[in-house]
C-alpha cells in the first residue's frame, strides 16, 4: 500500500495565524482525503482533494477556512486559516486504493493557543 | 445517507477475554466495510476488511463477517491482550470516500 509522510507532526500556533500541512505520497493516487480528529472524537472528512481542480467540501467546511491544494498525484496541502482554540485537533491526510481501502498519514496535532 | 453506529466504549476486559464490539451500518448499494485501528499517541492503521457479503476479514486474531441480512460488521478477538488496548473505528466505503463510527476504546487489564 502506498506510504503517506505527512508534516509537520505537530505545531503549536497562535490565534489568528495560518498553518499549511503537507502530505507526501510514494505513488500516484487518484483519490486524497483530509479529515479531522477532534480531541477524543472520531474522525470528519473536510474534503475530497482534486488533482487539478478545486477540492470537494463536506457539509461544515468551507474554502476560506481549509484551502487546499492538489498540484499533482502525488502532493496535497491543507491550510487551517485564521486559526482559533477550537480548531486544536488532528488533521490526517488520507489515500484511497482500492486494492487496501484507505490509508492514513500519521497526522498532524495542531494546538492553537 | 451512509452512516455507520458502533457501541459506545469504554469497554474494559481483563486479558485473555473474548471481545466482541458491535457495528451496524446504513449505505445504499453494496458498501465496503472496514475495522481501524487506533494505538495511543499514533496514527490510525486499517485492521481488517471485507468487500462483499458473507466475506470475513480477519488480522492479528481479529475477526469480522460482513452480514448484508443484518447490516452488521461486528468485531470480536478470541482472547485479548493488554497490547490490544486502543481505539476501535468501524467504516463504510461506498467507493467515493470513507465514513467512520465514533470509535470504541477499549481497555485491557493485565
Known amino acids: 500500500s502506498a506510504v503517506i509522510s505527512q508534516k509537520p507532526s505537530r505545531d503549536i500556533c497562535q490565534r489568528g495565524t495560518s498553518l499549511t500541512i503537507q502530505c507526501q505520497v510514494d505513488s500516484q493516487v487518484t483519490m486524497m482525503f483530509w479529515y479531522r480528529q477532534q480531541p477524543g472524537q472520531s474522525l470528519t472528512l473536510i474534503a475530497t482533494a482534486n488533482q487539478g481542480s478545486e477540492a470537494t467540501y463536506e457539509s461544515g467546511f468551507v474554502i476560506d477556512k481549509f484551502p487546499i491544494s492538489r498540484p499533482n498525484l502525488t502532493f496535497s496541502t491543507l491550510t487551517v486559516s485564521n486559526m482559533s482554540p477550537e480548531d486544536s485537533s488532528i488533521y490526517l491526510c488520507?489515500?484511497?486504493?482500492?486494492?487496501?481501502?484507505?490509508?492514513f498519514g500519521s497526522g498532524t496535532r495542531l494546538t492553537v493557543v | 445517507g451512509n452512516s455507520v453506529t458502533q457501541m459506545e466504549g469504554p469497554v474494559t476486559l481483563s486479558e485473555e477475554a473474548f471481545l466482541t464490539i458491535n457495528c451496524t451500518y446504513t449505505?445504499?448499494?453494496?458498501?465496503?466495510l472496514f475495522w481501524y485501528v487506533q494505538y495511543p499517541g499514533e496514527g490510525l492503521q486499517l485492521l481488517l476488511k471485507?468487500?462483499?457479503?458473507?466475506d470475513k476479514g480477519s488480522n492479528k486474531g481479529f475477526e469480522a463477517t460482513y452480514r448484508k441480512e443484518t447490516t452488521s460488521f461486528h468485531l470480536e478477538k478470541g482472547s485479548v491482550q493488554v497490547s490490544d488496548s486502543a481505539v476501535y473505528f468501524c467504516a463504510l466505503s461506498d467507493g467515493d470516500k470513507i465514513i467512520f463510527g465514533k470509535g470504541t476504546r477499549l481497555h485491557i487489564l493485565p
Open positions: 471485507a468487500t462483499k457479503a458473507d
Open positions: 449505505a445504499t448499494g453494496y458498501p465496503s
Open positions: 488520507s489515500v484511497g486504493e482500492n486494492a487496501y481501502g484507505y490509508t
